[in-house]
């Protein structure tokens, strides 16, 4: 009896193992239901083989690499530059002096107590030649004679460079030739001088005795490891007399100096012209002697180490600088010293040079530029810092997703483990 009972139980276990098969394969018989922990170890593959049926063939979904970070970097950086080259004013420092290097000074092949003296008319004007002013000198010497030497130290921002285009050294002539170190000019008597040079190797020494020794960087307006000597000789009568004046023009090529902007201010410093330095001077080692011309003593305070002459500072009669900045509707607003008329860069001085020249220009419609400015470039960082914000956001969401996922994982393989 336990025999057949047995043996009639039979069928009905076969009859369930294909039901247990059929799950296995996602094909449920319609009589039975399935527990929780089957629907959710089904569950998996029925949502892949969705999104499966759903892609087209041939083609990978775009990585999120692609999709959000390279769009959105270049949307950030795109407008946050736009925005920096719009509103450039607005970032600018509004608190540093623009920093002066060097100067123009004048000295004369003359002894102290000579009665030589020069009127200087000085122009300062931008060119075409870029980042390059340029400097017109012209000196009308008083009480002097044909074969007078004259010389220049021009030196940091006024200082030429020596490959600047030949036309804008002399006087504005382009009758000049590069020889090494120097530049010199062709001899023309309407210049009033000839022999004229643009030293580059050059320097003006302190005198010891008859050496001439370097100055180091001490000496008001004069930097010695930054300068050219520029250098001429009056012609004219040989004989000497009180009453001729002898004149000469030369141009300097110059860097043009840059203003700091300060608000809808522009302020301008250009370096000594023309000042003496009344201090002690620190001395180095010797650059040169005395000409053998020159034994017999002559009171003199410094030397040139390239023809060996005792020079000394240039005394002025009168000088006047006029500064040309280009075209602006700006207006002056300050200037130190103060200037000849009060809407002119102009200035004039007697008996002594200009120390540093400085003044700010004012534009009446700076501050307009500069609210409309700001406005584009805000709203412009406002795109580019949404859009970094956005690129945030979505690193959140993958790496909440990536520990969702991770986790309905572990859940799964513990699921699988107990079964």
Not at 93 to 120: H, I, K, M
Not at 315 to 342: C, E, F, K, M, Y
Request: charged content about 20%.
């Amino acid at each position: 009896m336990a025999h057949d009972q047995t043996r009639a139980d039979a069928p009905t276990r076969q009859t369930d193992q294909p039901r247990a098969s059929n799950k296995s394969g996602n094909q449920l018989s319609s009589g039975a239901t399935p527990s929780l922990s089957e629907r959710d170890h089904h569950l998996p593959c029925n949502v892949s083989d969705s999104n499966t049926s759903t892609r087209k063939p041939g083609k990978r979904e775009p990585s999120f690499f692609r999709q959000w970070v390279v769009p959105l970097i270049a949307v950030a950086a795109s407008f946050g530059l736009a925005s920096y080259f719009i509103w450039q004013g607005g970032f600018a420092p509004s608190d540093r002096e623009p920093q002066v290097r060097g100067g123009l000074l004048l000295f004369v092949a003359a002894p102290l107590g000579d009665d030589v003296e020069a009127s200087v008319d000085s122009t300062i004007h931008q060119t075409g030649y870029a980042g390059i002013s340029l400097l017109n000198l012209t000196l009308t010497f008083n009480r002097a004679y044909p074969g007078l030497r004259w010389f220049i130290a021009a030196s940091g921002q006024y200082n030429p460079h020596i490959d600047t285009d030949l036309y804008a050294f002399c006087d504005q002539g382009g009758r000049a030739s590069r020889i090494g170190n120097t530049i010199k000019c062709d001899d023309n008597d309407y210049d009033g001088s000839v022999g004229v040079k643009y030293d580059f190797a050059d320097h003006i020494g302190s005198l010891d005795g008859g050496r001439i020794r370097k100055i180091t960087d001490s000496m008001d307006g004069y930097l010695d490891s930054d300068t050219v000597i520029v250098s001429g000789t009056l012609t004219g009568n040989s004989q000497r007399s009180a009453s001729p004046a002898f004149t000469t023009a030369i141009t300097v090529p110059m860097h043009t100096l840059t203003a700091a902007h300060l608000g809808s201010d522009e302020y301008f410093t250009y370096p000594p012209i023309a000042i003496f330095d009344r201090g002690d001077i620190g001395i180095g080692p010797a650059l040169g002697e005395i000409a053998a011309a020159y034994d017999t003593p002559m009171i003199a305070r410094f030397g040139d180490s390239s023809t060996g002459l005792p020079v000394n500072y240039l005394r002025l009669s009168s000088l006047t600088l006029a500064i040309d900045v280009g075209t602006r509707v700006s207006q002056l607003s300050w200037a130190s010293p103060p200037t000849a008329r009060t809407d002119q860069l102009q200035w004039r001085s007697t008996g002594e040079g200009f120390d540093n020249v400085k003044f700010t220009l004012h534009d009446p419609f700076a501050a307009d530029r500069l609210s409309r400015d700001g406005f584009i470039a805000g709203v412009l960082a406002s795109i580019a810092a949404s859009a970094l914000l956005l690129l945030l956001e979505k690193f959140i969401d993958r790496s909440v997703d990536r520990t969702q996922n991770l986790s309905l994982a572990e859940k799964r393989s513990t699921s699988s483990d107990v079964r």
